[in-house]
């Protein structure tokens, strides 16, 4: 039954780094395309949410079937409920990524990128797909130092979103309405996109450390409590 | 065993109807402290937002502490885990309140609620405030004619979603970028609000009806196959 369990955990583990790497392609295209205006790569990027979607589903019927066939309990319990709230996360930044293409396509032939805001989005989406990079790596190889760099890839994020706003609300601002708009979203997707990798990233470091254990004393139950 | 269950799931339902109400409250407050430029109103919310976190904290360690005691298979296990999906959209649709909140605080003591667009945002308002009175109502009772109503609202709030993009980009928009910023984000907030919602409400709907029936072959499972 344990080695059962080990091999269904180690199958999750796999299907999450498969999402978390067909997100970063996602992002990487999106943000991409979003720079240049590539309508194409946009709509490869809309095209291919749908697989996205259809793996973080499938993942968590995984996780429930074994919560139904494995019954863990403790730590191993610990691991199958984040599996499913980390596949619902690595949905949604799928979903981020088909925004910002979105937006791509919905200004095209106009850029959608904002003049003057040209290099701020392309530092943007480049710290995006190394958070990518870095959050399946990091689901790989449950190296903890990666998660350190995503907070700082994170707070990067957080300071050009800011400094977007600043832009945008300051006096040499020369764009349109629509190019206000743009901007706001886009920089909007950007910064939530890292919010949900970082998430992600705490939950691999909570059940590497064990902090999550103040919470044990309520499901470390005496096996006569339990069925069968 | 059984017994003990099912005042378990009696347990988890009266507090999702909490936080749905809590919710509830927050989306009300916002909207109108929103619409008002009321930031005692907004500080209220803010600062009331941590209650409606540690409340949907609590019910996920109820949950995992029901899968670890209790080990639920099938349509129970279903239920356990739909509840740790509902609990996280609430949440969510509680950070979005205080967002907007948060923009009504931002531009205080100008108004957050952008010239041209105030009958918009008060319909926006109102239409989310409905929805999440009937998501409380339907957590509560499991009225299910209530889902049709809450898709409704949905619609309506994407159609205003869509006209405040269509007035902030045509050519009688008279908002500098200010407001053009607070239109977009505003916007963006209401509407996410409010398919958050649907997603809860689907939910409910999938387990009244036993749509998730089409997975049910994989996690039925012999007795066999269990532990114990």
Redesign the interface.
């Known amino acids: 039954?344990r080695e059962v369990f080990h091999q269904s955990l180690e199958d999750v583990q796999n299907r999450l780094v498969e999402i978390a790497g067909l997100v970063t392609v996602a992002i990487d295209k999106a943000t991409r395309a979003f720079e240049a205006s590539d309508v194409a790569l946009a709509e490869e990027v809309i095209e291919e949410d749908a697989v996205i979607d259809d793996k973080a589903t499938a993942l968590d019927?995984l996780a429930?079937?074994i919560?139904?066939?494995?019954?863990p309990?403790?730590r191993d319990?610990?691991i199958v409920?984040s599996a499913?709230?980390m596949s619902?996360s690595l949905e949604r930044m799928g979903d981020i990524a088909e925004h910002i293409a979105q937006l791509t396509r919905m200004r095209f032939p106009e850029r959608a990128i904002p003049k003057g805001l040209k290099s701020t989005f392309t530092k943007m989406g480049k710290l995006d797909t190394e958070v990518a990079r870095r959050l399946t790596e990091l689901l790989r190889t449950e190296d903890l130092t990666l998660v350190e760099e995503i907070r700082n890839f994170d707070d990067k994020l957080d300071d050009l979103h800011v400094s977007v706003?600043e832009k945008?609300?300051s006096d040499s601002?020369q764009?349109d309405?629509?190019a206000?708009?743009d901007a706001?979203?886009a920089s909007?997707y950007h910064e939530r996109f890292a919010d949900h990798a970082v998430s992600v990233a705490k939950k691999v470091l909570y059940l590497s450390t064990g902090d999550w254990m103040v919470?044990t004393d309520?499901?470390e139950?005496p096996l006569a409590?339990?069925?069968?």
């Open positions: 039954m019927e429930i079937e919560l139904a066939r494995q019954q309990v403790a319990l610990r409920v499913l709230r619902a706003f945008v609300l601002w764009g309405p629509s206000t708009v706001t979203l909007r919470h309520t499901i139950l409590d339990q069925p069968g």
